[in-house]
RNA sequence: GGAGAGGUGUCCGAGUGGUCGAAGGAGGCGGUCUUGAAAACCGUUGAAUCGCAAGAUUCCGGGGGUUCGAAUCCCCCCUUCUCCGCCA
């Protein structure tokens, strides 16, 4: 959420800001509502206050007749403030249902356009492999070695699972660790989270846990969901705090399944392992000051490329445009590798993606700081993948497969595996 | 899952339905004293909302209720601890 304070003096601002990103949310409704609540709180309070001097009035002694007359006083405000409460909380309830919708304000630098194709590409690194011989994508690549079984999910979970077998399994887990040890090196405190979160966390990070349009699998009659990112646990973890400057920044990283209904994702682009219904991924988490968080956000930027260049798989790096960016972040950058089976020859696929979220999840979620002058403020949110174990799955064993269909391990990723080689025999 | 005991301010901890935003400690900050420090003493020390402001309202795990008035009484939920059961 933005500071609904600022709503009427940047109100152009902010409703520009709206446009850019295509959204449908009018500044002038959540004016008129807050308007609305304002002169309630005010009427409220003003009752409010009378029955606390009506009560006052009853602690001395008093003849009947006084006492009498105040009591019957005193039922008739209760009465009063319950309808008045009743109305503002059904104001209320609609402008902050409202409000919340109002997206964080965009860096000034993010390219504005309205989908991906409007992203900007900062840089690339690395070289495009070309193969002497036909490039298979990873889901065949995955079923002649015997390492991703879609069909056996299918049978026993249904469409969008996998079972990772052989290899692909000690895959998986040096891909973790990887990251891991390069996060600590980086002073991030490793965490494995819960996969499951309340409502309430999911909603301060700012995804919807409800309604048919959500990506969140909810837990029926429990009132927590399946989360799809550790990011959501991860900025849980000091919901509900102040901190002292000198604590600040706080790095974490958390390990976690991450869960999503992608429902009506298809389409080639969509096949394998690139879109599942439930992954594993490492994610950074920072909250920081905000003078701070530009600098930290390039800092996360920089420690993704470091795990995927230590992967040695060529990607390129995209600042994200204002119609794509999700409503929390501030700016995004995401990393896309070069996935040589992907569309027709191959093609970018998104494998990470850093957001700078500055107070918006913050506020929600009340994690706050106090300055050396004593002064509270909301906390800068930032968030970064450090691997989406599935995606650079993809990546590496369509990058890296040989003319005579066996994987090439990366060197950083072998003492992890035990193995430099996945063959159809050493699988 | 069953039985019992708790959840109060930065921390510990008291609290009779009205005088309680809340005793008393500790810690923090400021001051007196001191060459400096410690000790002692004095003062101060939560957050949110509405309001131009003065100020007002709200918050004692969360949510309901009783009452003119609730930290205090009742109900539900969450959570921590102890014991029992079950279990990887």
Not at 49 to 77: V, Y
Not at 325 to 335: E, V
Not at 400 to 422: C, H, K, N, V, W
Request: glycine fraction near 8%; proline fraction near 3%; include cysteine.
């Amino acid at each position: 959420m933005i500071d609904l304070r600022i709503l009427q003096q940047q109100k152009a601002q902010i409703q520009q800001n709206i446009d850019n990103r295509f959204m449908n949310v009018s500044v002038d409704t959540v004016i008129a509502l807050q308007e609305q609540r304002s002169t309630l709180i005010q009427e409220v309070d003003a009752l409010r206050k009378q029955r606390n001097d009506n009560a006052k009035k009853m602690k001395s002694r008093l003849s009947t007749e006084e006492r009498t007359a105040l009591i019957e006083e005193g039922k008739q405000l209760k009465r009063d403030i319950a309808d008045k409460e009743e109305l503002l909380r059904r104001v209320e309830s609609s402008y902050l249902t409202e409000a919340k919708r109002i997206p964080n304000f965009a860096h000034p630098d993010a390219p504005v356009g309205k989908e991906d194709k409007d992203n900007l590409e900062i840089r690339t690194w690395g070289t495009v492999p070309s193969f002497s011989f036909t490039a298979k994508d990873h889901v065949e690549i995955g079923q002649d070695l015997d390492l991703i079984d879609f069909d056996t999910a299918a049978k026993v979970s249904g469409a969008k699972f996998y079972y990772l077998k052989n290899a692909a399994v000690l895959l998986e887990l040096a891909l973790e660790r990887y990251a891991l040890d390069i996060l600590r090196t980086h002073g991030f405190t490793l965490t494995i989270t819960p996969d499951i979160a309340k409502e309430e966390v999911l909603e301060g990070i700012g995804f919807n846990p409800r309604g048919t349009e959500s990506n969140i699998y909810a837990l029926e009659g429990t009132g927590t969901c399946l989360v799809g990112t550790a990011e959501i646990t991860l900025g849980g973890y000091h919901a509900d705090t102040i901190f002292s400057t000198d604590q600040l920044p706080i790095r974490m990283a958390g390990l976690s399944h991450c869960f999503r209904k992608e429902a009506g994702a298809a389409g080639q682009y969509s096949k394998g392992l690139y879109r599942v219904h439930q992954f594993s991924k490492v994610e950074m988490f920072v909250y920081a000051l905000p003078e701070d968080s530009d600098r930290i956000h390039e800092e996360l930027l920089g420690i993704e490329e470091e795990i995927f260049q230590g992967l040695q798989i060529p990607y390129r790096i995209v600042d994200t445009c204002t119609g794509d960016l999700g409503a929390p972040a501030y700016r995004k950058f995401d990393i896309e590798a070069w996935m040589p089976g992907r569309g027709d020859g191959g093609a970018w696929g998104e494998v990470t993606s850093t957001s700078n979220c500055t107070d918006y999840q913050a506020r929600r979620l009340q994690v706050r700081f106090k300055d050396d002058q004593g002064a509270i403020h909301y906390v800068h949110l930032l968030n970064g993948t450090a691997i989406a174990v599935s995606r650079a799955i993809v990546a590496i064993l369509e990058n890296f497969q040989q003319e005579d269909g066996s994987i090439t391990i990366p060197a950083a990723l072998q003492p992890y595996m035990g193995m430099d080689r996945i063959t159809r025999e050493s699988r």
